[in-house]
């Protein structure tokens, strides 16, 4: 089947009044060549075209490995630095990830890139864990951190907006920040053992907001439905970030545009890429 190229119509792009040096998208599940179960969801069924970019979801190798290649094209880049992501919260230069997998090191575990380097992208791969990038307005320095719950509550985006800042040279209430798509909160069902994460050590200010994220099930007794962006914006209210965008995009409800694991369970893996472009042009260029 001759399948179409992937375009920027397939992908999100965050609206951020920042530096063009910024370059940024979040893929979706459309314009790749993966087949069903990872393919893309048209007229109520799973066809062939997916954007599948997980090496470990399942699919063929050589669908992924395509994939890949689609994605390096759309965004002008010959690499990106792809992380083995462990759901905790390390962080790690973007540069050292590249010299260490083009020596043949294999893949570094973090769940979170920042670099200063133009040309250095930094990248998290998603299917329903909450992608946050990085940026300060003038495109000194930029981040991408992978926030699922764990991650969250463990200080991730808190510490990657800080690595960031510390690179560009600013205070971290002056960067910019996008909370990229997620399970939403009307689907994201929790224990209680993830409010309790989020409670604990909480400081007073914050301790009504953090509560409020988490609304009992109206039909699941003892479980709760939690709002994984408002949980991130509180994070990163705490540290003085107020220039938030996105996390109003569901992963699990938009079924023709995103991959979900908590939807299908066996499912393919979306990227989150940003990046710092000496040239200054807009990725719609």
């Not at 179409?4 to 951020?16: G, H, I, R, T």
């Not at 914050?206 to 991130?232: E, S």
Request: aromatic fraction near 6%; glycine fraction near 10%; proline fraction near 5%.
């Amino acid at each position: 089947m001759n399948l179409p190229e992937l375009s920027f119509a397939d992908v999100v792009q965050p609206a951020w009044n920042v530096s063009p040096r910024v370059r940024a998208l979040v893929t979706t599940r459309n314009g790749g060549v993966s087949e069903p179960p990872f393919g893309r969801w048209r007229d109520g069924a799973d066809q062939s075209g997916g954007l599948n970019l997980g090496m470990k979801a399942g699919d063929d190798p050589a669908a992924v490995s395509s994939n890949r290649e689609r994605l390096l094209k759309l965004a002008g880049v010959s690499d990106v630095a792809w992380l083995e992501q462990i759901h905790g919260a390390g962080i790690v230069r973007a540069e050292d990830v590249l010299a260490q997998t083009r020596a043949g090191g294999g893949l570094t575990q973090a769940d979170a890139s920042v670099t200063d380097r133009p040309g250095t992208v930094c990248v998290v791969m998603v299917a329903d864990c909450m992608p946050v990038l990085f940026c300060d307005e003038a495109g000194r320095a930029v981040g991408a951190a992978h926030a699922g719950w764990r991650g969250l509550a463990a200080g991730i985006v808190e510490q990657t907006a800080q690595r960031v800042a510390a690179l560009a040279g600013v205070d971290a209430s002056a960067l910019h920040a996008y909370l990229g798509p997620s399970i939403g909160p009307d689907a994201f069902e929790v224990g209680p053992d993830v409010r309790d994460a989020f409670m604990t050590g909480v400081g007073a200010a914050q301790r009504d907001a953090t509560a409020n994220a988490f609304i009992q099930h109206p039909q699941n007794p003892g479980k709760y439905l939690a709002d994984l962006p408002a949980l991130a914006r509180l994070r990163l209210q705490a540290l003085g970030v107020t220039r938030v965008v996105g996390g109003d995009l569901c992963t699990v409800t938009q079924r023709d545009r995103f991959y979900s694991y908590r939807r299908d369970r066996e499912t393919g893996r979306m990227a989150a890429l940003i990046w710092l472009d000496d040239h200054a042009q807009t990725l719609a260029d």
